[in-house]
């Protein structure tokens, strides 16, 4: 049965029903460079299995966001190897130092946990991506370990209305630290491929370099963020000592000799 599906020849008609896609479409791809021509029969042409696999992919990427040009670069760029082109939207779409995923919660389910039904608090946690909205009114929790997270500091006493504020703000610095490493990537490897006019024989490096990208980031970020939060520690409370001493209305300001014993 294998080798039958993989022999398997399919005129245009039969083809978009098998994607999924009009007829008009596939021929608009194979105008733009996207799709092989079909082997020709007579006067009909044949699609097989690594047509099938091209659409399938350029519907997937098209539904990430890919405009059909830079599709076209992209398989151009890994010598028409739909694997490959696979292989770098999947490293591109990886979470970073995190292999969790979204977890699919309703507004009862929010309310519950939040203790809260306010309305601009579920728009504030749209707005820093606690939370994505589904095309059917669905919700996603982005990641369930900050959410887990968050309801240690609510045991703190801390409000989710702080969180979210605190979430904000650390997505900014976040988004700062994404571009820097974008850039590092886009300078020290993208670039010098881009120049060699993107040789196909390059490619799988370039996806390589991706993926160790990953764990590299993530872990430099957080070995520099346990240094500053430690340094900003101790600077902090030593700033309140010096303060809880320097001050006369305090107990602590007291030097414990003159202090009275019961």
Same mark, same amino acid.
């Given at each position: ?28 791809? #194979? ?69 969790? #995923? ?38 996603? #929790? ?55 006019? #993107? ?64």
């Amino acid at each position: 049965m294998a080798d039958d599906a993989d022999d398997e020849q399919l005129t245009i008609d039969e083809l978009a029903r098998r994607i999924g896609m009009t007829v008009r479409n596939i021929r608009a791809h #194979q105008s733009r460079g996207l799709l092989p021509a079909p082997e020709v029969r007579g006067r009909t042409g044949y699609y097989g299995p690594d047509h099938v696999a091209r659409l399938e992919l350029i519907k997937e990427l098209q539904a990430d966001g890919f405009n059909l040009d830079l599709i076209r670069r992209l398989l151009d760029g890994a010598g028409g190897s739909s694997r490959e082109v696979l292989r770098f939207k999947q490293a591109l779409g990886r979470p970073f130092g995190s292999d969790e #995923q979204p977890r699919e919660v309703n507004l009862l389910e929010l309310a519950e946990e939040w203790g809260t039904t306010d309305v601009e608090l579920l728009e504030k946690s749209l707005e820093v991506g606690l939370l994505r909205q589904r095309e059917d009114g669905s919700f996603e #929790q982005m990641s369930p370990r900050l959410a887990a997270h968050g309801r240690e500091l609510a045991k703190l006493g801390i409000p989710l209305e702080r969180q979210l504020d605190v979430i904000g703000r650390v997505r900014e610095h976040a988004d700062a630290i994404a571009a820097t490493y974008v850039e590092l990537f886009l300078q020290a490897v993208w670039a010098p491929f881009e120049a060699a006019g #993107q040789p196909p024989q390059r490619w799988p490096e370039v996806q390589e370099a991706l993926e160790r990208l990953h764990p590299l980031a993530a872990e430099s970020v957080v070995a520099v963020f346990g240094l500053a939060m430690g340094q900003a520690v101790e600077r902090e409370f030593g700033r309140q000592v010096a303060r809880l001493w320097s001050d006369p209305g305090s107990d602590a300001a007291e030097p414990a000799a003159e202090r009275s014993t019961p």
